[in-house]
């Protein structure tokens, strides 16, 4: 079986999809040596930055992952996201696929949109509908290219990902699509993900994002379905009782500029950190080095982040909409994430309480492990077989 997966987010993406592309596909080459993968990617031109800026290196990390691999190879399309989103969904052209692939039997889209694919049988993941959800958090023209793009990708696609429970009922009530032809396959939280211990390695992530000694952390790209203003709001009530600072970590994404303004206006300039976007291997020290993680999400589709953090030991605090209650379980603290009162006390009783605090610990390492990519390729592989 030949199987075509759209690499192009891999490549540009530091985080989010990119990240969720390149864990799948490393797990997806370690599991088969039997079948053949082509990855297709966009490469020239400035990589779109959602979800944070790619590194200089991403795109050589990205190709590492398939060089060497008998069964698998990177091909490149001199032409730039947009020049593709152009041919595929106004032009109609299935030039990418029909001409560079070589022919496949079944081709994977894990970034929302599907292109005119004409002789192989397809795969698209939807990872979440925040466009429709939470329109007011995205960024009018994203809103619009996915409104325009997403729903005609899901009518044509021969199956349908979702990335949870949560996000498989909004593909079905609002998009209107046959339960049958949507499956979840749940992301996974990769080995790294530990607590570490090595002081050295602590000691050069704290100087490399200059954090400070103790610190609540929040991670994720800088947009309004993250919720960060009202974090911020939450951190004002029970800064002076808690005696830390709180370091927001994440690239830049879309209508952000309110969240920087809300620290001006409260007074918290040195308070609350900014690092950027974290590189992926200096994730789990700074999750490790945090006293508290909080992830306040207005709209998640699966959330990452939270899971991450109980698998390097951290407790959580998170919102109880979407797909979060799903994928933290009993592990975390759930509040609702429009009321900032009820965040600084679910905030204040996970650093006070330390009974509290070990027993989400000691439930997050659990249902951690419960995620893995492993787990995730294995299900996925079989859907490509049962789709071919």
């Known amino acids: 079986m030949r199987i075509g997966i759209d690499y192009t987010s891999a490549v540009n993406q530091g985080a989010g999809i990119g990240r969720y592309t390149r864990q799948l596909v490393r797990a997806l080459l370690a599991l088969d040596a039997q079948d053949e ?34 069964n698998a190879c990177l091909v490149t399309l001199p032409l730039s996201e947009r020049a593709l989103t152009i041919l595929w969904h106004r032009m109609h052209l299935p030039l990418w696929v029909e001409l560079f692939s070589g022919g496949l039997d079944v081709f994977h889209s894990p970034d929302f949109a599907l292109p005119p694919v004409r002789r192989a049988r397809t795969l698209l993941t939807v990872h979440d509908l925040s466009f429709m959800r939470v329109p007011e958090c995205s960024a009018p023209s994203l809103r619009d290219y996915l409104l325009r793009v997403v729903p005609p990708s899901v009518r044509r696609a021969d ?15 609002l998009l209107g699509v046959s339960p049958d032809r949507v499956h979840v396959i749940y992301p996974g939280v990769d ?48 800064r002076a009782d808690i005696g830390m600072k709180l370091v927001i970590a994440g690239g830049t994404g879309w209508l952000y500029e309110g969240i920087f303004r809300r620290v001006e206006e409260l007074g918290l300039q040195g308070e609350v950190c900014f690092p950027g976007y974290v ?15 909080v992830f306040p999400s207005l709209y998640e589709g699966f959330g990452l982040p939270p899971l ?12 109880d909409v979407s797909s979060l209650p799903e ?39 659990v249902q951690a492990r419960g995620f893995t990519w492993s ?3 294995e299900e996925l592989l079989h859907l490509y077989r049962e789709v071919a």
């Not at 199956?159 to 009530?173: N, P, Q, Y």
């Not at 530990?194 to 704290?206: C, G």
């Not at 509040?335 to 509290?356: C, F, K, N, Y």
């Open 37 to 70: 993968y082509v990855f297709l990617a966009a490469t020239s031109g400035k990589p779109v930055p959602v979800g944070g800026a790619a590194p200089e290196s991403q795109s050589r990390s990205a190709s590492f992952d398939i060089q060497g691999r008998p």
């Open 159 to 173: 199956v349908v990902l979702a990335d949870s429970e949560s996000t498989r009922h909004d593909v079905i009530e």
């Open 191 to 238: 080995e790294n993900f530990r607590r570490v211990q090595e002081a050295t390695v602590l000691a050069a992530v704290r100087r490399r994002y200059r954090l400070p000694e103790r610190f609540v952390l929040s991670v994720g790209t800088l947009q309004p379905r993250k919720n960060l203003q009202r974090l911020i709001e939450a951190y004002a009530q029970i």
């Open 279 to 293: 590189a992926d291997e200096d994730l789990p020290a700074l999750y490790s080095l945090a006293d508290l993680f």
């Open 308 to 319: 991450e953090a109980m698998a390097c030991g951290t407790p959580v605090v998170t919102s």
């Open 327 to 365: 994928v933290v379980g009993y592990a975390a603290l759930m509040v609702d994430p429009h009321d900032a009162g009820a965040l600084a006390d679910a905030m204040r009783r996970m650093l006070d309480e330390p009974s509290l605090r070990g027993t989400m610990v000691q439930r997050g390492l």
């Open 375 to 377: 787990r995730a390729a």
